[in-house]
């Protein structure tokens, strides 16, 4: 039994008004389903969220409007639509727990609990594809720009929701194959953090 090919990953984006999950909001969101070493793009996940809390500054980098043309949903609709996608699923995304934390902040408004699902980072397992005795791979930040060039994937749709996804999930993929290199690779192995060299 392959635990990684059985398990069921989603991989998520979300824009927001900016860069506080507690005081701004989600404008969109974006995500993926993987299993069986296959990414469901018949199954996506995205939404266009209805929001008061709305930054000028980020609209360069999204592109979102408050009042453009796109239809939106509230944000009670959207997460509760999240929610029932990503059952029984671990969650990946890249420095996802900014976006974990901006589910978490609208769950919280709505009155109900936390996120339970597990969550992998690609930032950190991107980090565990550098030998341990480079210590400097794992100070440093890695953007999901670094590690589209490094891997050469093409940044297409790069700020939008579901764009950022699916280039997260060919990273992922991209990710999976560096760590498996003897095919022994397991869901355990993608949670372990190693202690570094220094």
């Known amino acids: 039994m392959n635990e990684i090919a059985d398990s069921k990953f ?19 969101m974006g995500a993926l389903t ?15 969220v209805k929001q008061e809390v709305f930054s000028r500054d980020t609209v360069p ?14 944000e009670e609709e959207a997460i509760k639509e999240f929610l029932s996608y990503i059952e029984g699923a671990i969650l990946v995304g890249h420095h996802i727990g ?3 934390n901006c589910v978490n902040f609208a769950l919280k408004r709505m009155g109900l609990p936390k996120l339970k699902n ?13 030998h341990q005795l480079y210590s400097e791979a794992f100070k440093k930040v ?13 940044k297409k749709d790069r700020h939008t929701a579901s764009g950022d996804a699916y280039i997260t999930a060919i990273i992922f993929f991209k990710i999976l194959g ?3 290199k003897n095919n022994l690779l397991t869901l355990k192995d993608l949670f372990y953090v190693p202690k570094m060299i220094y």
């Open 34 to 48: 993987i299993k069986g070493n296959t990414i469901n793009i018949k199954n996506n996940f995205e939404c266009y």
């Open 61 to 74: 980098i999204h592109g979102l409007l408050k009042n453009g043309n796109l239809k939106k949903i509230s």
């Open 118 to 130: 597990k969550v992998l980072d690609t930032g950190t397992l991107y980090k565990k594809t550098k």
């Open 10 to 28: 989603v991989v998520f984006d979300c824009e927001t008004s900016g860069l506080n999950p507690k005081e701004d909001r989600i404008l969109s």
């Open 178 to 180: 560096r760590l498996n």
């Open 98 to 100: 900014f976006d974990v």
């Open 142 to 154: 890695f953007t999901l720009d670094d590690i589209c060039d490094e891997l050469k994937v093409q």
